[in-house]
C-alpha cells in the first residue's frame, strides 16, 4: 500500500519539477526528466500486466 503512495509522490514531485524547468528555461532538462517519467509510468504497466 505505502509503495504506490510513494510511487504517486515521486511521479507528482517530477511532474512539477518538469513544469519548473520549461518555466526556467531549461528545457534540455524538461525533456529529460519527462522521458523518464514516460520511461517509468509504461515501466510500472508492463509489470503491473504480468
Known amino acids: 500500500m505505502n509503495e504506490g503512495r510513494n510511487e504517486l509522490i515521486v511521479i507528482a514531485i517530477l511532474g512539477i519539477v ?3 524547468a520549461v518555466w526556467f528555461g531549461y528545457n534540455e532538462l ?10 517509468f509510468i509504461g515501466g510500472k504497466a508492463v509489470v503491473s500486466r504480468s
Do not use: E
Open 30 to 39: 524538461a525533456t529529460n526528466i519527462s522521458s523518464g517519467l514516460i520511461g
Open 18 to 20: 518538469d513544469v519548473m
